[in-house]
């Protein structure tokens, strides 16, 4: 096995357990060469930097074909030692540090001075990285050292927050209690509407008058009277229409 480190860039958009499964893959039958479609379970992205970092970690060649070391990784009691050796080759300054109390920053800048092109999020992902191969490795590490959090997605919780509160969403759907309308043509709008209405007139539902009111404005029905001051009862049946209060 080839450990003489050149140009080492540590993985980072990978996971170690998607590197680790992979690896397990490989050694308990060997392809004639490690490509993107013995790889096709994998996004192009995770492809390219699986490819690349069973490269620079020597378990595969320049033309992909695996190493020895693939084979000796088929034995499961030299695999520990085997991915501690790596780790000592490729992160000379980093492992050591994790045999002294050093903490959380000390690690990042350790990172950063031993691999001064990752920064940001990258750097937060190759830690992550090394972290579960050195907990896999069993190698010694601070206990004052813990995987930095997975950065966040794009989603706004504020948004779906208004949505599912029956506001108007990006699509022109309207969501009133739960139920989403989405009409094709104003004549399948009225039908929703109606629907809508018979639908919870068994159910002793009150839906907001001001939602109704605004459907009613875009499916083209006539906006009900207003009821004198004081009565907020809204008596709509399933023609959208307004109906006498019940006598009492």
Do not use: C, H
């Amino acid at each position: 096995m080839d450990t003489e480190p050149r140009a080492f860039m540590p993985p980072y958009n990978i996971s170690w357990a998607t590197f680790l499964s992979t690896l397990e893959r490989m050694a308990a039958d060997p392809p004639n060469r490690v490509d993107r479609s013995y790889l096709d379970s994998q996004s192009g992205t995770v492809q390219t930097y699986l490819i690349a970092a069973y490269k620079t970690f020597g378990l595969i060649n320049d033309e992909a074909r695996p190493t020895e070391a693939v084979n000796m990784f088929a034995e499961a009691d030299v695999r520990t030692k085997m991915i501690a050796d790596l780790l000592r080759t490729y992160y000379p300054t980093i492992v050591p540090l994790g045999e002294t109390n050093s903490t959380q920053g000390e690690l990042s800048e350790a990172f950063a001075v031993a691999f001064p092109s990752l920064t940001g999020q990258s750097r937060v992902k190759a830690i992550r990285f090394f972290l579960g191969a050195a907990a896999y490795a069993d190698l010694k590490m601070s206990t004052l050292w813990k995987a930095p959090k997975a950065p966040r997605g794009n989603s706004s919780p504020r948004r779906a927050s208004r949505n599912a509160k029956g506001s108007q969403t990006g699509t022109g759907s309207v969501n009133t209690g739960g139920i989403k309308l989405k009409p094709q043509s104003m004549e399948e709008a009225k039908l929703a509407y109606f629907e809508l209405l018979i639908s919870n007139a068994g159910k002793d539902t009150k839906l907001d008058p001001e939602v109704l009111n605004r459907i009613e404005r875009l499916v083209g029905i006539p906006a009900a009277p207003e009821k004198p001051a004081g009565d907020e009862i809204d008596d709509r049946n399933a023609d959208g229409l307004t109906t006498p209060a019940d006598p009492q």
